[in-house]
């Protein structure tokens, strides 16, 4: 075929160069209504979209297609990656109040529990820990989860490559390992999780390339990997900068105030001159303005900087989020009431299962249904082995996962104060059901609770004014081999222009067995960009956190597929990357609400106000509230515990 005949992508790259034709990643898309157009809807100004411009979510006459979330990999985890289009259309018909007329003919199950828990990720399996240990297995509850597959953010992607079974994680993926304090959580040791790890060792290069074993902490501690920073600018030219923080970042072209302002904050060299900094203080503004108004920096430094941020922490931008939220998650220039600086202020390891956290959700799952994998489990078994599913809904169980349940309504069976029972209706495979329960723990986000719930108390309702949430991307793409990276002599890149901003690899952790990932680069391996939507800085907390939804909502996965190669193609054709011949598959996992993001006063409230989140943990009635954004910082230790804090204010009521 003529080259000119060919269908072109957005860059003038032939679809065959960019090998969008290939087997491995196109499967047939039929059916639903999709709004592609991809970014050009955002500058178009859609008369169709008018209405989720302005309220960032999907009028109720567009429905999303199999098109738009794109393949899944492999494995049990294939039709659940990220929010899909089956979950985010039940999602949005709730909104619109399209089950309204339907509750009244909810089929009762007939089913009661002692408790309900909406939710099944880190939090909501908290709380079913926390009630089978306190009650001795006595207390029966039922886990009700919106996906196809249980663990919240913490899932997985799986591919296999040339034989091989490589992966990637969908959310929640980093745990840290103080060596000088190893205790983890509290419930790491009851669930029989492990504390030493080992890693697949480097083969195939003599290149001392340094590899991070989760994806997030070299954004804020570059000495973890060996990064390559990607320029292609007028003035620079093409050209890749190896670990430029190794020369106080002199080797970028980039003017030289900037390159110092680089290394001040990375270092976190830069201290302010407030007589008495506390987290109280921290807490009063955003990070953009402690970066600048109180350390100096310059507006060009902070938005290279909240890129670390924001992808690592709160998945929004730091000119709208707490500076004590920064500081907690250790963005660059932060640590500055612990006196310390440099690369060695920060001497944890940051960890990842060779599937992300989901290793951690699958531990619980196995100490509350142990029929759901088998009984002489090994670590691999639990980690990346298959789930026996049929089982975790089986009558009998003290706990009971119940997949693809959307909770719709929840309420007292009166006046909550009085009521001795809470009525949880739930839509499942095309029907309303309804259960009984003693008590209930919403672990789900605040932006389902408040919409579910019926009877909220009114101080409740306006507390959950005050939770925002922002959006985020998760692309793995798997690769037939990572060659052009070894050339360079990185496992990182950071870039500053085009689609995204950072890839990485990881180094494999082994599991033992005959599963391990190989770490080799002429072998398969998953290369994962992390995305948050940073384009509307400068606008308020509600316009950039529906922007950027509408963003991540309004692409097609063939448009954010051809962005994927084109960006690889671009960087990476002078080292002899093909997209068509190295990537294998590609895999989206869209978060529309990945993370709270906390505006200054968050934690601590303003002008002597309660802040919203305290508001929302007391609860009311037989409800409580275990969903991770209360704890203000989202990781699957602070999820965990407070669910089971949800469950310790329900005692005397399951």
């Given at each position: 075929m003529?080259?000119?005949s060919?269908n072109?992508?957005l860059?003038?790259?032939?679809d065959?160069?960019?090998?969008?034709?290939?087997?491995?990643t196109?499967?047939?898309?039929?059916?639903?209504?999709?709004?592609?157009?991809?970014?050009?809807?955002?500058?178009?100004?859609?008369?169709?979209?008018?209405?989720?411009?302005?309220?960032g979510f999907?009028?109720?006459s567009?429905?999303?297609?199999?098109?738009?979330?794109?393949?899944?990999?492999?494995?049990?985890?294939?039709s659940?990656?990220?929010?899909t289009?089956?979950v985010?259309?039940?999602?949005?018909?709730?909104?619109?109040?399209?089950?309204?007329?339907?509750?009244?003919?909810?089929?009762?199950?007939?089913?009661?529990y002692?408790l309900v828990?909406?939710?099944?990720?880190?939090?909501?399996?908290?709380?079913?820990?926390?009630?089978?240990?306190?009650?001795e297995?006595?207390?029966?509850?039922?886990?009700?989860?919106?996906?196809?597959m249980y663990?919240?953010e913490?899932?997985?992607?799986?591919?296999?490559?040339?034989?091989?079974?490589?992966?990637g994680?969908?959310?929640?993926?980093?745990?840290?390992?103080?060596?000088?304090?190893?205790?983890?959580?509290?419930?790491?040791?009851?669930?029989?999780?492990?504390?030493e790890?080992?890693?697949v060792?480097?083969?195939?290069t003599?290149?001392?390339?340094?590899?991070s074993?989760?994806?997030?902490?070299?954004?804020?501690?570059?000495d973890?990997?060996?990064?390559?920073?990607?320029?292609?600018?007028?003035?620079?030219?093409?050209?890749?900068?190896?670990?430029?923080?190794?020369?106080?970042?002199?080797?970028?072209?980039?003017?030289?105030?900037l390159?110092?302002?680089l290394?001040?904050?990375?270092?976190?060299?830069?201290?302010?001159e407030?007589?008495?900094?506390?987290?109280?203080?921290?807490?009063?503004?955003t990070?953009?303005?402690f970066?600048?108004?109180?350390?100096?920096f310059?507006?060009?430094?902070?938005?290279?900087?909240?890129?670390?941020?924001?992808?690592?922490?709160?998945?929004?931008?730091?000119?709208?989020?707490?500076?004590?939220?920064?500081?907690?998650?250790?963005?660059?220039?932060?640590?500055?009431?612990?006196?310390?600086?440099?690369w060695?202020?920060?001497?944890r390891?940051y960890?990842?299962?060779?599937a992300?956290?989901?290793?951690?959700?699958r531990?619980?799952?196995?100490?509350?249904?142990?029929?759901?994998?088998?009984?002489?489990?090994?670590?691999?078994?639990?980690?990346?082995?298959?789930?026996?599913?049929?089982?975790?809904?089986?009558?009998?169980?003290?706990?009971?996962?119940?997949?693809?349940?959307?909770?719709?309504?929840?309420?007292?069976?009166?006046a909550?104060?009085?009521?001795?029972?809470?009525y949880v209706?739930?839509?499942?495979?095309?029907?309303?059901?309804?259960?009984?329960?003693?008590a209930?723990?919403?672990?789900a986000?605040?932006?389902i609770a408040?919409?579910?719930?019926?009877?909220?108390p009114?101080?409740?309702?306006?507390?959950?004014q005050?939770?925002?949430?922002?959006?985020?991307?998760v692309?793995?793409v798997?690769?037939?081999n990572?060659?052009?990276?070894?050339?360079?002599?990185?496992?990182?890149?950071?870039?500053?222009?085009g689609?995204?901003?950072?890839a990485?690899?990881?180094?494999?952790?082994?599991?033992?067995?005959?599963?391990a990932?190989?770490?080799?680069?002429?072998?398969?391996?998953?290369?994962?960009l992390?995305v948050p939507?940073?384009?509307?800085?400068?606008?308020?907390?509600?316009?950039?956190?529906?922007?950027g939804r509408?963003?991540?909502?309004?692409?097609?996965?063939?448009e954010?597929?051809?962005?994927v190669?084109?960006q690889?193609?671009?960087m990476?054709?002078?080292?002899?990357?093909?997209?068509?011949?190295?990537?294998a598959?590609?895999?989206?996992?869209?978060?529309?609400?990945?993370?709270?993001?906390p505006?200054?006063?968050?934690?601590?409230?303003?002008?002597?106000?309660?802040p919203?989140?305290?508001?929302?943990?007391?609860?009311?009635?037989?409800?409580?509230?275990?969903?991770?954004?209360?704890?203000?910082?989202?990781?699957?230790?602070?999820?965990?515990?407070?669910?089971?804090?949800?469950?310790?204010?329900?005692?005397?009521l399951?």
């Amino acid at each position: 075929m003529n080259k000119k005949s060919e269908n072109l992508a957005l860059s003038g790259r032939p679809d065959h160069e960019l090998g969008l034709d290939t087997d491995i990643t196109r499967r047939d898309f039929i059916g639903g209504t999709c709004l592609g157009a991809g970014v050009a809807l955002l500058s178009m100004g859609s008369p169709r979209l008018s209405r989720a411009n302005l309220q960032g979510f999907l009028p109720p006459s567009i429905k999303l297609g199999p098109d738009w979330t794109g393949p899944g990999g492999t494995g049990e985890y294939s039709s659940s990656n990220g929010n899909t289009h089956e979950v985010l259309n039940v999602a949005h018909d709730l909104r619109h109040g399209v089950f309204e007329e339907l509750l009244a003919g909810a089929t009762d199950t007939g089913e009661s529990y002692d408790l309900v828990i909406v939710g099944a990720g880190f939090a909501g399996f908290g709380a079913a820990f926390a009630l089978q240990k306190e009650f001795e297995g006595q207390k029966n509850c039922l886990v009700l989860d919106n996906h196809p597959m249980y663990g919240g953010e913490a899932k997985h992607n799986e591919f296999i490559v040339d034989g091989y079974q490589i992966y990637g994680p969908q959310g929640s993926s980093s745990f840290s390992l103080d060596r000088n304090n190893p205790t983890f959580h509290s419930v790491w040791h009851e669930l029989g999780l492990p504390t030493e790890f080992d890693h697949v060792p480097l083969s195939g290069t003599s290149k001392p390339i340094r590899f991070s074993l989760d994806p997030y902490a070299p954004m804020r501690l570059p000495d973890r990997a060996s990064i390559g920073y990607f320029f292609d600018g007028s003035d620079s030219g093409r050209q890749w900068v190896i670990d430029p923080h190794l020369n106080g970042f002199r080797d970028i072209p980039l003017p030289p105030q900037l390159q110092q302002e680089l290394h001040d904050a990375f270092t976190h060299r830069r201290k302010p001159e407030h007589p008495q900094p506390s987290e109280q203080w921290l807490d009063s503004m955003t990070y953009r303005d402690f970066l600048v108004n109180e350390l100096g920096f310059s507006q060009a430094a902070f938005e290279i900087l909240d890129y670390s941020y924001a992808t690592d922490s709160s998945t929004a931008s730091g000119d709208i989020c707490s500076a004590y939220y920064a500081y907690l998650v250790d963005a660059p220039g932060t640590r500055v009431l612990s006196g310390q600086s440099d690369w060695g202020g920060d001497a944890r390891d940051y960890l990842m299962f060779p599937a992300g956290n989901a290793g951690i959700i699958r531990y619980f799952v196995r100490n509350l249904v142990p029929a759901a994998f088998p009984s002489d489990a090994t670590f691999e078994d639990t980690v990346i082995g298959p789930t026996n599913t049929a089982v975790l809904d089986k009558a009998g169980n003290a706990t009971r996962i119940r997949l693809n349940s959307t909770a719709i309504k929840i309420v007292h069976d009166g006046a909550p104060e009085k009521a001795r029972h809470v009525y949880v209706t739930y839509y499942r495979n095309g029907t309303l059901e309804r259960v009984r329960a003693n008590a209930v723990v919403v672990a789900a986000p605040g932006h389902i609770a408040k919409h579910v719930i019926r009877d909220l108390p009114e101080e409740i309702q306006l507390a959950y004014q005050g939770f925002h949430h922002a959006p985020q991307l998760v692309i793995n793409v798997a690769l037939t081999n990572w060659r052009f990276m070894e050339t360079l002599g990185i496992s990182a890149a950071r870039w500053f222009d085009g689609f995204g901003w950072w890839a990485a690899l990881r180094q494999p952790m082994s599991t033992g067995g005959s599963l391990a990932s190989p770490h080799d680069p002429s072998k398969p391996a998953v290369l994962t960009l992390i995305v948050p939507f940073l384009g509307h800085r400068g606008k308020s907390m509600e316009e950039q956190t529906k922007l950027g939804r509408l963003e991540l909502f309004s692409m097609k996965f063939r448009e954010y597929e051809v962005l994927v190669r084109e960006q690889l193609a671009r960087m990476f054709s002078n080292q002899g990357f093909e997209p068509r011949r190295d990537i294998a598959g590609i895999v989206l996992n869209r978060w529309g609400h990945a993370s709270i993001a906390p505006q200054p006063g968050y934690q601590f409230g303003v002008d002597g106000k309660r802040p919203p989140r305290e508001v929302v943990a007391k609860g009311y009635g037989r409800i409580s509230f275990g969903h991770s954004e209360i704890s203000g910082i989202q990781t699957w230790g602070t999820a965990v515990s407070r669910g089971m804090e949800a469950v310790r204010q329900l005692r005397n009521l399951v």
